[in-house]
Every structure is written in C-alpha cells, then in structure tokens.
C-alpha cells in the first residue's frame, strides 16, 4: 500500500511537470504582465489613475479662469466695444399731431427710409456698500474650498492605498503561513506513515494525517483566494486599465510601543491638520460671508458709466457704411445712486434672518466636526495601544504553542502521545500564528486610524516605519 502511494505521488509530479513545460510560454507571458509595485509606486499611481482623485483635481482647474471672470466682470469696470453696426429702416407714420398735440391724420403721411452707422465704447462700473471686496472674498473661499476638496481626496486615497497594500500584504502573509502549515502536515504524514510502517501506530492514524493534509490544503486554496481578492481591490483604487497582475514589494511594518504618544497633543495637532477641520473652518467663513453679502442690500446703489461713440445718421441710403469720421464723436457720462433696501423690505430681513441662521448652524457644525475629531484621536490611541498589547500577547501564545508542539511530535514519535493530542497541540499553534499575523496588522490598521483622524504621521522619528519595524511576514 505504502509503495502504490509513493508511485501515486511520482505519477501526479511528473504529470505536474509535464502541465508546466507545456505552458512554459503563457507563464513567461503572465509575468511579463505582472506589475511590481511598493507602497510609495502604488500611492504615486493611485494619484495620477485613480477617478475620484482627478475629479477632484480637474476641479481646481476652475480657480484660475473664475477668479479672472470675478475681478473683470464685478470687481473692475467693465469694457465694451462695438465696431461696427449699421442698418437700413423704413419708416410709415399715419398719425400726427397737431400744435396743441392732439392726434390727428397725417396730412402726408409716405414711407421715409433713412439709415446709420455706430461705433460705441462703453465702461460701466456698479457696486453697492462693500460689494466689491465681497466679491473677492467669495471667490477666495470657493477657490480654498476646491483646493481643501483636493487635499481631502489627495489624503483619503493615501490612506485607502495604504489600507489595501497593508490587507493584500496581510493575505499574502497569511498565505504564506497556510504553505508552512501544508508543509508541516505532510511531514507529520510521513511520521505517521514511518511509524505505521514500524507498527507502531494503526492505519487510522496514517487516514488522519493524510485528512488534516487534505483539510490544510483547502484552507490554503481559500486563503489564496482571499489573497488574490485583496489584490483585485488595490488595483481597482489605483484606477489602473488592463489584465496586468500586481506583485507587491515587501514593506517593513510600522510596529512600534505607543506608549510615547501623548494623546492630547495628538488632540491638538489635529486640530490644525486635519483636512476635514480644516474645510469645516472654510465653511464657517462662507457662511459668515453670507451675513456680510445680506447687509450690502442697506447700502446705496452706485452705478456709473462713461460712453464715446460715433454715430451717422442721414436719409435714404447715404448713411449706409458711412466709415468716415464727418460727425464729431459724442460723449456721456453718468452717475446714478438709488436705495433699492425698500423695493422688497421684508424679503430682504427674511434673508438676513436665515443667513444668520445658516451662519450659527455652521459654526455649530465645526464645534461639533472638532468634537467629533478629537473623540477620533483619543479612540485611535486607546486602540492602538490595545493592539499593541494584543500583539504582545499573541507572540507569547505562540512561542508557548511552538514549544508545545515541538514536544507534542517528539512525544509521538516515542509512541507517547496520541495523534489526536498532536494534531490539537498542531491546531493550536497553527491557530496562534495565524493570530500573530493578524494582530500585527490589526496594530497597522489601528495606527493607520489614528493617522487618518490626526491627519498626519504620529510615527516616530527616523524612517518613518518605526525603531520596531517588523518584515510584513512577521519575522523581526
């Protein structure tokens, strides 16, 4: 039985090398399409593929060409020029009046055609109280506003980026311990196989072993799975187009004691660097703007003007393209001054009273986005140090459980132990090295929290992974 199994084995590996040969090309073609990426490569790709970013970005396009249409369309005069305009008309008048100016029939009432040429130049200029400088304001704020959106966009897809190379280097971690496991069940295997072969153990034991080989290889199938699941979700945020595969480079992981970290200067650096604070700020002053744009209506309205123009004017069709410079230019200037506050009174104190609403509102909104925020921060380093301990913890239980099983096999071997005791000190540690992997990457997410709620790195000094950097296997 032992020997079909052998020959079993070297049947099903050489068919594997054989299915290998024969796909030589297609496997050269697929890591000739595999794109090798760190974390610092994947962020500046995500920046330049990925859409939500460069909507936000295109956005900030507008700042430029609004601001020049505010200061030439309501802050300096405005300009306009006609060169040229001419026309031809016909005129039928039935009706005329006499001397008192009583209307009466037109005693020669005929067609009179007559025709003209203009060229005009005229600036106009309007604004009412502090209206102008209003105008600038308002579009300072809606061009900082764009920009923050950038930032918050630019910071939450770093953030994003980071999270998923962090899950797909966890997969492929935890794949990689699910190959140990596979490894280790074979070896076990063979032990069992060896000692069955010495009678010193029962078949059922060699049925077992050859189950928890089977039952380790469907795990490791699923954890692949996952691996590739998580790879398809990084390259999803990167906005990438094609079949290419990813391969993700190793990145020491920032694990490091917390303890240093005190959590209200942490408060107050988020205070200031936060991105959602700070267009909460942005906000506020929109909003006290509003006020401000609701008291201009009080203010008188000024409007002047200044117009030069050349006009021909004759009958018939001699005015008709009449370029000429006959006619001496004309000139009119002008200022008006007008009240319209009353012209809709109550309209007016409506709409001051709900600026003023919305000014409150959002002042109330930015005390409770500080709130909000500093709840974050002090949540993040409560989790982070509890992940930290965690962590702790978890590389204790499995140095007991390596040690555990370590003796577990020797025992089976001397026909000590039962298989079923081994394959439970087997689970255990197979269970406690999972757990280290996850709780070292669960300390990763929790700094990553704390990151994203200060809105800066709270990494200590130096490389910016931290003087307890681990390799993202979990090895030190």
Known sequence: MREA?????LLVGTAGTAVLLALA???HAFQADT?????????????????????????VTLNGVESRTTWLGEIVPEVSLSLFSTGYTGNLQRRATDNFGNPIENPSADWVYFSNTNQSLNVTWAFQGPSLFDAHRRQTLVNRGRSLSREVALSELQMEVRRLYMDALEQRALTGAEEELVAAREVDLEVAERLFSLAMRTRVDVLNAELAVEQQALALQRQRAAHRRALLAL?????????????????PLPIFDPAAL???????????????????????????????????????EVSMGFNLYRRAQRPNQDALF???FDEGLERRFFVQLSLPAFNNFFENRRSAAQAAVERDNEREADRE???DVEEAVRGAHLELNNEWRSLRLAERSHEIAEEALRLAREEYRLGTRSFEDLQASFEQEAETRRQVIT????FVDALLDLEEAVGESVRPPGDGTGSGAVGPGGGR
Do not use: H, I
Request: net charge positive; charged share 30%.
């Open 262 to 300: 005190d959590p209200d200067a942490l408060v107050r650096r988020a205070l200031d660097a936060n991105p959602s604070l700070r267009r909460s700020r942005v906000d506020v002053r929109s909003a006290e703007l509003a006020v401000s744009e609701q008291r201009n209506v009080w203010w008188p």
């Open 35 to 59: 794109l090798r990426l760190s974390l610092d490569e994947a962020m500046r790709m995500a920046e330049g593929g990925n859409p939500g970013f460069r909507q936000a970005r295109n956005a």
């Open 439 to 442: 709780a070292r990457y669960a």
């Open 369 to 371: 986005a500080r709130l």
């Open 5 to 9: 199994r052998w020959g079993l084995r």
């Open 322 to 324: 009449d370029f000429s």
């Open 25 to 27: 090309v297609p496997v």
């Open 235 to 251: 390259r999803t945020s990167l906005g990438t187009d094609g079949p290419t595969e990813l391969a993700l480079a190793d990145e």
